[in-house]
Structures are given as C-alpha cells and as structure tokens.
C-alpha cells in the first residue's frame, strides 16, 4: 500500500524534477546532447525524451487510458524494447520538439491534479514518475562528469554552511551488536519500490562497520602500493575486467609528479580532495581495496543495521526501534546530509555529524552511493509494482548500493532504498565504507 498524499504536493515533484532536467540541459549544444558512443551513457536528447515518454505511458495511457500524444515515439523511447547501442541511431525529437513534448506531458500529468488527496493508484505512479525522473536526472548529472561538460547550475545549489568541524577524516569503527532485525520496508511505509518489499526477519551477527566510507587519501595508499597491479587482490572477473581496462588508478584521478594527484571535476581540474570519499570506483574496485586493507564490504543487512537501528539499554543487543533516516524520523536533511546537489560535489567524510546513526556511522545517506557485498535479490513475498522492469529482470545480475549520493533527491531515499548496479560501473557515484573481517 502507499500512503496517499495530496495533489499539491504530487504536482511540486513533477515540476521540481522537470526543472531540474532543464537546469542539466542548459548550456549544452546539439552535439553534447547526442555525445559519443560510449556503453554506460545515453545520448542525453534520447533519455529526456525517454523519461516523458515513460510517464505518459504509464500514468496516462496504461492507468488513465489516454491516447498516445505521438505514437511514432513508442518505438524511440522504449528503454526495454530499444537496445542501448543503437540510440545513437533513431530519429530522435530536435531539442525544441523535445522540450515541448517534455513540457507538453508533464502539462497533462498536473492538469489531472485538480486538487484535494490523490487516489492511492495516482499517489504511487505520481511518485514513480517523478523519482523515475529524479534518477535520470542524477544520471544526466554523472554524464555531464563522465563527458567532461560544465559544472551544471541548479538554483537549489547553496552553501552548505559548513563549520570547522565538518572538514577532515573521521576514523574509526562502530562496534554494532547482534540480533534479530527486520530488513525492508513495511506497508505503511510512505513510499516504497518493489525490491523493498516485504520487510522480514533475518538475523544479524555482531560486525565493526567503518564510521566513514574510504577517502581518497585512504584510498591513494592503496594505488601507492601497487594495488591496480597485484594479482591477489582481485577477483578473477574484477581482474579481466582490469586487464581489459588498463587502469591504473580511480577514474578522473590524474597523476602531479611522484605519489600526488589531480581530479577532474566536471570541465575542471582541482588538486585531489584527501578528506572527501573515494568516487566513481566499481565493485571490483572496491573489492580490491579491502583485500589490501584485510577489510571486507558490509553486507546490505548489515549496512541497513548500521542505518537504521538502535542499541537496547544494555547496549549489547539490537532494540526493536528502527529509524527511517539514520538520525531519526525526521524527513528534512538539511544540515544532515549532502542530498539533492545542493554542493555540487562531495564533501568531507566528517561532515554533517548531525545525520549520524545511532551508532555513529556518518554519511550513510548523501555524499556517495556505498557498495555492499550483496547480490542484488528479491526479498520474500515479492511481487513486481506497476513498472515491472524496475527490478525483476535484473534480479542477481547487480550488487546492491545504499544511502544515495550528493546529486540523488533527498525525497526518494531512506535506509531502506535499494540501489543496483553491474559490477564494473565507474561513472556512477559510487564509492564505499569498509567492515573489519573480525570482530
């Protein structure tokens, strides 16, 4: 079940996250919209066209039987039916016949809205749209990263106010007791995404999870000591994949002399943040790094642990309380966490040390997408939602992410949100915190 909610606030998301999409179209030519041919990025003229396609398929035509504005985009713009490689290819909409088709949609979607509680059918697919949206308008964000374009604009973007105190590392362990945790989302929830479902027992074992996820200085050590050249550290697939690559360090790390490093950040290039959490690696990456460091991935059970829950007043065992955000229940993140692009970038891995857990795990939302050890799997009870590509047909061929990151919308994650890439995504931004392999 999803929580209803009113038709106001159903018609701010769809304007906030079409705004959003403009802010990351703007300033960019034709030739920047269609880009180069590469196998983790769309052209951009495609996917914004594939969004408003999306919502109108499944909100207007599929749900509220509408005619399809332009039924030649049915074979454009269908993510599952179009293969990746051949985008490049279609007739896709000019820049201004995209944007009025983009704005024609979602003009048709908030003039269904015409006041008071949305039904709990519209509540859920509103929604879906519109974090649908969000998502796509992340990953035009780490396109514009990936193809080296300008920093985008985004009139939310403000100082983050950050003291003193919110620069620097933050080491060390949190020790989390053992117990019986409930893992997922339950049906009052507000909004939930299919693999969320159900929320169900599992047993967690007491583990020692990494405070902070690794920063760049932790992790340069690990380059420093030959660690994208040593056989051991990686495992078989992540070391064809590497092969295969030929890197040699993190992407958009730059060699400066003997042991130091540049990073490119959009169109430009900075010295290397120490502090700031390692991005834009992949699992394999990640892996590696914990091999070298004799440390391990958390499971997503454990990470979800560490978010989310609380110890009993002996302070040896799990309580039954189970927070939504891992401050609390409280749904403003501002001062908490790095959501929303709000700073254009990573920050400090100390920063924001009012969003911490309970056990004083920080960042585990905002910032960066963290790794786990997990395979990414139905829960028990699983039944696809509206949209039955969301998870179903990727099922055991991802790992599980948590927590979103600097440019993910505070407004579609919590401690329950599940994230799932293939194995060897750089351009996404993701990084990772560690657990001891002992306890």
């Not at 201004?96 to 039904?119: M, T, V």
């Not at 992949?282 to 454990?302: F, Q, V």
């Not at 997408?369 to 047909?393: L, M, Q, R």
Request: hydrophobic share 35%; glycine share 6%.
């Amino acid at each position: 079940m999803t929580a209803v909610v009113s038709t106001k606030y159903l018609t701010e998301l769809l304007e906030d996250a079409h705004s959003r999409t403009l802010e990351l179209l703007d300033g960019l030519d034709h030739e920047q919209l269609m880009g180069p041919k590469l196998p983790t990025v769309n052209p951009l003229l495609w996917e914004i066209g594939h969004v408003a396609w999306f919502s109108e398929q499944f909100v207007l035509r599929k749900l509220h039987n509408y005619q399809a504005t332009k039924p030649e985009l049915d074979d454009i713009y269908d993510s599952i039916a179009i293969e990746h490689a051949v985008r490049w290819d279609l007739p896709l909409l000019d820049l201004n016949e995209c944007l009025a088709y983009i704005n024609k949609i979602k003009d048709k979607l908030c003039a269904r809205l015409n006041g008071g509680d949305a039904s709990e059918a519209d509540s859920f697919i509103y929604q879906f749209a519109a974090f649908h949206q969000d998502m796509h308008n992340e990953a035009y964000t780490y396109s514009r990263q990936t193809l080296g374009y300008p920093e985008p604009t985004f009139e939310i973007s403000k100082e983050l106010n950050l003291t003193k105190d919110d620069f620097g590392p933050y080491p060390g362990d949190a020790e989390i007791p053992g117990g019986t945790f409930v893992l997922g989302a339950s049906p009052d929830a507000e909004f939930l995404f299919d693999n969320e479902k159900w929320a169900h027992e599992v047993v967690v074992y007491p583990f020692k999870i990494a405070k902070a996820p690794v920063t760049n200085e932790e992790y340069a050590a690990f380059v420093q000591d030959n660690g994208y050249m040593r056989r051991d550290l990686w495992p078989d697939v992540g070391w064809s994949w590497l092969q295969e690559e030929g890197s040699k360090h993190p992407l958009h790390w730059l060699p400066d002399g003997h042991h130091n490093w540049l990073m490119t950040r959009f169109d430009k290039v900075m010295d290397l943040p120490r502090h700031e959490p390692i991005i834009h690696v992949n699992w394999y990456e990640a892996s590696a790094y914990c091999n070298w460091a004799n440390r391990r991935l958390p499971t997503e059970i454990e990470w979800e642990v560490a978010a989310s829950m609380e110890p009993d007043s002996s302070g040896t065992k799990l309580s039954d309380t189970k927070r939504i955000f891992p401050w609390g229940n409280e749904k403003n993140t501002l001062g908490r966490a790095n959501l929303d692009g709000r700073g254009m970038g990573c920050v400090d891995v100390a920063a924001f040390a009012a969003g911490d857990s309970a056990f004083g795990c920080r960042q585990m939302l905002g910032n960066i997408w963290e790794w786990t050890n997990s395979t990414f799997e139905p829960y028990p009870g699983f039944v696809a939602d509206a949209y039955k590509e969301y998870s179903e047909p990727v099922f055991y061929t991802r790992k599980v992410l948590r927590g979103g990151a600097w440019a993910t919308r505070s407004r579609m994650v919590n401690n329950t949100h599940r994230n799932f890439f293939t194995h060897e995504r750089r351009d996404v931004l993701a990084g990772f915190r560690t657990c001891a392999t002992h306890v």
